[in-house]
């Protein structure tokens, strides 16, 4: 089992930043990579950016690339998403999640562990 918990949501004003954490505890030898998504109300779960866990690489949405980073910390077993010049069209519910081996990123369908989400809103 892998624990994980999302930090770092709120309101913030168009243009503002916004830096997500998410910390995984439990079975964390098991992760190759660990996603972010993002959910509103009515909507699927929508594919923000994920991270390799051994070498780094990252990968993100065509709708936040340049504006979003990526990054983790081994020795933590924390991954950052520092989210600049928000819009309000990034206002969702964050959630991060384990990816066990190599996967389509861009699909929720291979992440096991969930984390239960942190709120973001841009107002405009």
């Known amino acids: 089992q892998v624990q994980l918990v999302e930090s770092g949501g709120g309101l913030v004003q168009a243009g503002g930043s916004l830096r997500l954490s998410c910390a995984a505890s439990?079975?964390?030898?098991?992760?190759?990579?660990m996603g972010w998504f993002r959910q509103t109300p009515g909507k699927e779960r929508e594919f923000v950016a994920a991270i390799s866990w051994m070498n780094g690489f990252t990968y993100y949405a065509d709708s936040v690339r340049g504006r979003f980073t990526l990054s983790r910390d081994s020795a933590k077993n924390t991954v950052y998403l520092q989210m600049n010049s928000l819009k309000p069209e990034d206002t969702a519910v964050y959630h991060c999640a384990t990816a066990p081996d190599y996967i389509d990123y861009e699909s929720s369908a291979g992440y096991d562990y969930w984390g239960r989400g942190t709120q973001v809103t841009v107002s405009s």
């Open positions: 439990g079975r964390t030898f098991g992760i190759y990579a």
